[in-house]
């Protein structure tokens, strides 16, 4: 299986700031169709999960613009280019190229 | 607007047996792969069962493989999911999720505690 690491797995930002999440995978996510499927999900308390980004740096219906995800082949980032409060929840990295698979999650606070 | 439903949890003892259901509606059910995720109390996302669109390929993470059964049903726009010989650490909310490679819609989960 696919093993996909997170890091970090807290991470406390002072609003307005940027904040970034690491995700790596075993290796790589490259399909044999060609797409690598690497998608990255938030799950607010309480909430069910909801994808944010899917195959690496498509940012799904309604997602906001301040977040972008980017890599290639065992390494990818998501990025939130300015905290607001709505943001605080936990983020996972989900592979689905070999079965599927999800990071540790990281919690997202604020300061 | 997309909707799924979860249906069934509930408290079970071990070794015994529960089916969960899940209501589609807003899309062309019988055109989507659909999966199970699960998420244990306080834990982490856990990939379960996924389902082709037609039902010709399935997919079981290896801690519930011989003992869980995915299946549908496209003309009641209806996910299914038999689980039996179910353990303490089978004790999660269990999710209904619509896509393969893009899990693009999540229902609001059901609750399926193991305990004696």
């Known amino acids: 299986d696919i093993v996909m690491t997170q890091t970090p797995l807290s991470s406390p930002v002072t609003l307005g700031q940027p904040a970034s999440i690491s995700c790596r995978s075993s290796?790589?996510?490259?399909?044999?169709?060609?797409?690598?499927?690497l998608n990255w999900l938030q799950q607010r308390p309480g909430q069910p999960p909801r994808l944010l980004i899917y195959?690496?740096?498509n940012r799904f219906s309604g997602v906001p613009d301040r977040f972008s995800g980017s890599g290639a082949g065992t390494d990818f980032t998501l990025k939130i280019s300015r905290v607001e409060a709505e943001d605080v929840g936990v983020y996972y990295c989900?592979?689905?190229?070999?079965?599927?698979?999800f990071g540790q999650g990281t919690r997202l606070e604020i300061k | 607007e997309v909707q799924l439903v979860e249906s069934g949890g509930g408290l079970v003892q071990p070794g015994g047996s529960l089916r969960l259901s899940c209501s589609a509606s807003?899309?062309?059910?019988?055109?989507?792969?659909m999966h199970w995720v699960r998420q244990a109390p306080g834990k982490g996302l856990e990939y379960v069962s996924a389902?082709?669109?037609?039902?010709?390929?399935?997919y079981y993470a290896d801690s519930v493989k011989g003992r869980f059964t995915i299946s549908r049903d496209n003309s009641k726009s209806t996910l299914y999911l038999q689980m039996s010989s179910l353990r303490a650490d089978d004790t999660a909310v269990y999710y209904c999720?619509?896509?393969?490679?893009?899990?693009?819609?999540w229902g609001q989960g059901t609750l399926v505690t193991v305990s004696s």
């Open positions: 999720v619509k896509g393969w490679a893009t899990p693009d819609y």
């Open positions: 807003g899309f062309n059910f019988s055109s989507h792969a």
């Open positions: 195959k690496i740096s």
């Open positions: 290796q790589s996510l490259v399909h044999s169709d060609g797409n690598t499927y």
């Open positions: 989900m592979q689905a190229t070999q079965g599927a698979t």
């Open positions: 389902l082709s669109n037609i039902g010709g390929s399935t």
